[in-house]
């Protein structure tokens, strides 16, 4: 789980270091490209002609669509923000989640502790789309960068829409490697289609730009999502959701060592309050099972 929240917190540092040489719509057009063809023949080989005839067609449809369109808004917020600023705001996914599955699935109803985390994550949002520092030369303008983020907050919400479409279609009963074929099939068409449309699709073949997809391909796209999938079948989900916070951690500080990027007090202190606020949300009835061994 370590290891996967260094790769994720490192995506968007990749992105964002060769985005002079491949577009970074482009970029993840091209990982979704591989990822999609390698699990197109992992899944024909399981399955073969009936694969797609079991009713997932359609919601694998939609959970494409947003995946695409979350990460279109990935893509477009790095124009204008910072990776360490995207880190965060993406990973804001948990509390639309949470949102959504409360209002649709019974079971899912969120508890007063929960509340209180959406309530301090949204507070944390707010703090960090008021309190822009001043900006470093070369770094984005403080309107550019409140466009990037509000971008990276949408991208949150898709992604949360999407946790919960998978969670009441028949995709929560299929096999990882099809619902993650969908995404990635859906968001290779779409996202080069917008790359090739908004003249986007050049490519400059540095040794840079070759390894940086290259890593995005076979590390993110592919390996790490289907990791992901393994590990949620074998331990807690809320643990490794509290575990995965640590994502935007990773993401913040490589921002800042590898890209240089600023930090202003604002934009720390919402970061703080919107983690704080997810680790409520998703590890409710761990801290719950804690405090309970503690005062036994």
Known sequence: MLLLCVCWGFQQIAIKLVADDVAPIMQIGLRSTFAALVLAVVVWRREGLRAFSDGTALPGLIVGLLFAGEFLFVAQGLVYTTASHMSVFLYTAPIFAALGLHWLLPEERMKPLQ???????????????????????????ASDMLLGDAMGLVAGLLWGATTVAIRKTSLSEAAPAKTLLYQMAVASVGLLAFAVATGHHGIRFTQAAVLSVAFQSVVVA?????????????????????????????????????????????FVAGAAMVLAGITLVSGAEMLREMFRKRLG
């Open 222 to 266: 592919l390996s790490s999502y289907l990791a992901w999938f393994w590990l949620l079948r074998r331990y807690l989900a809320s643990r490794l959701s509290i575990l995965s916070f640590m994502t935007p951690l990773f993401g913040v500080s490589f921002g800042v060592l590898i890209l240089n990027e600023p930090l202003d007090a604002g």
């Open 115 to 141: 509340w209180l985390g959406v309530a301090v994550a949204f507070c944390g949002i707010a703090v960090a789309f008021l309190g822009k520092g001043g900006q470093q030369p070369g770094q984005p303008g």
